[in-house]
């Protein structure tokens, strides 16, 4: 059997570490053997990395859309189970927004945009660092300029040496090389702090993404509350319905009333039971879009109820101004942080730039040792420092200069346009509350009244004073007006949900 890599990359170095030994011990056989233990090293890093690669699928996206759920409990190292879920208890909103947020694939990703932007930190700081290189070269030529070089590089010129032709040199140059930049004009230590500010700008990203994933979260929760509350109340007009058709077949029955009245009962207990599938699919529908946050399937333990309690069903408009409540939009909202970042950065780069009309001042500093043919090793050592003032590039300098200036503008300008775009927000959350507020009263009474006069009409239905027109009627008046009343308290929450997007309440902390 073929061995693995690694293990043929050993059998190489260790043929070629048996032949320089050779060499006896000396300082060349501890040069090579340093050089070939490097390449070594250098070999099984690389074949490292390659044998720890992941496996890429055959296709794109395969895994993606495919979830394998694990009883609780149950989860191996390194998968994914289900939270723990209290015995039969009903599915909150805190258990909903915590999950969400534990499983958001979209604030992975903007957990992984603040690491890239820390190694940018990084990759910047290096900079003020010096640079060592190790190189080892091997040459052999018969042009007279660098043959004669190489003899004179490995203390071999004598004086019966012919420069004209000095025939085929060989050369062996081992390098130890160290430059370092002393001054660059100021742009390394602004290139620094604007990648400081960009990792500034991907951590309000991640607010931002905190902020509207909670308020997501609390709409989808309260739209499947108010699905399941239309299933109850298509379950009770339904139940109306029947109740009306088996008052009706009775009166048929006593011959006080024609076909065509049974009829009609029977086409609107046919529409109750068709509003009653509506309802349940609706709810289906949500419940998917809320395992989709919480990327797991809900258990039927965990149906919550879908009443309010009077403190949760109350809708009570912000206290103060607009105005107010812009001003803390403003001074709260991670997108406001985030542009302020995006300007910090494109100011640093605008001085970064400007740092190119500056001089630059470099030192380098290097070791070589020339051999042709390992026999002796004559040394070199070489100190420089080089100080470049760039003249004239054709307008390049000025021009990346100008256009860090049009990158400043534009995010200026990107600030004020956030600035626009949270106070319309706020103002119409603020109005939305309002409205909210207003139809929970409103149809609060419309579903009383609904309610009295059904029962009214019923009366007089079952006594034969009024028709079943009336009756049907009655009925779809109570029916439209327990539904707006049951859709004005979700919206009252939802409604409410907004306005704390708005006023950026969920970006750092949630409480109720």
Request: hydrophobic share 45%; aromatic share 6%.
């Amino acid at each position: 059997m073929r061995p693995r890599t690694p293990v043929r990359a050993i059998l190489i170095v260790g043929s070629f570490m048996r032949h320089f030994s050779e060499l006896n011990g000396s300082f060349e056989a501890g040069r090579v053997s340093l050089l070939l233990i490097g390449g070594w090293l250098l070999v099984l890093g690389i074949c490292g990395c390659g044998a720890s690669r992941p496996a890429v699928p055959s296709e794109p996206y395969e895994g993606v859309l495919e979830v394998h759920w694990v009883e609780p409990g149950s989860g191996r190292d390194g998968e994914r189970s289900d939270p723990p879920v209290e015995e039969a208890g009903a599915l909150s909103l805190e258990q909903v927004v915590r999950e969400a947020l534990e499983a958001s694939p979209e604030l992975d990703q903007m957990r992984q945009r603040i690491h890239a932007a820390s190694e940018q930190v990084r990759q910047a700081e290096a900079s003020f660092f010096p640079r060592l290189v190790v190189s080892e070269d091997f040459s052999i030529t018969s042009n007279p300029v660098f043959a004669a070089m190489n003899i004179i590089n490995q203390r071999r010129l004598l004086p019966s040496t012919d420069f004209n032709d000095p025939g085929a040199q060989q050369d062996f140059a081992t390098k130890l090389q160290g430059e370092m930049m002393l001054f660059q004009g100021g742009s390394r230590w602004f290139d620094r702090k604007a990648a400081l500010a960009q990792k500034g700008a991907a951590g309000a990203e991640l607010r931002t993404g905190r902020n509207q994933l909670v308020a997501k979260a609390a709409e989808v929760y309260y739209q499947w509350l108010q699905a399941l509350a239309f299933i109850g109340v298509a379950e009770r007009a339904l139940d109306a319905a029947r109740i009306d058709l088996e008052l009706g077949e009775a009166r048929l029955r006593a011959e006080v009333v024609l076909p065509s009245e049974v009829t009609r009962l029977k086409a609107r207990r046919a529409e109750m039971e068709g509003n009653l599938v509506t309802a349940r699919s609706g709810a289906r529908k949500l419940q998917a879009a809320l395992e989709r946050l919480i990327a797991r399937p809900i258990r039927e333990a965990e149906m919550p109820s879908s009443s309010l309690s009077p403190a949760e069903a109350s809708v009570a408009p912000p206290g103060v101004s607009r105005e107010e409540l812009v001003r803390q939009a403003l001074a709260r909202r991670p997108e406001m942080a985030a542009v302020k970042s995006l300007v910090d950065a494109s100011t640093q780069r605008v001085r970064s730039a400007r740092g190119g009309f500056l001089p630059r001042l470099g030192a380098t500093g290097a070791y070589q040792w020339n051999t042709e043919k390992w026999d002796d090793v004559p040394n070199s050592w070489l100190l420089g420092i080089q100080a470049t003032w760039p003249v004239f590039e054709g307008g390049l300098t000025l021009s990346r200069m100008r256009e860090a200036q049009a990158r400043l503008k534009e995010m200026e300008a990107r600030g004020k346009q956030v600035a626009l775009d949270i106070a319309l927000e706020v103002h119409q959350a603020a109005m939305a509350l309002h409205e909210a507020a207003e139809k929970i009263r409103v149809m609060s009474e419309r579903r009383t009244y609904a309610q009295e006069a059904l029962e009214e009409v019923r009366r007089l239905y079952e006594r034969q004073v009024v028709t079943v027109e009336a009756l049907l009627q009655a009925e779809l008046a109570w029916t439209q007006a327990e539904v707006a009343f049951m859709a004005s308290l979700f919206d009252g929450r939802i409604a409410q949900a907004y306005l704390r997007r708005s006023l950026g309440d969920f970006a750092d902390k949630i409480d109720g």
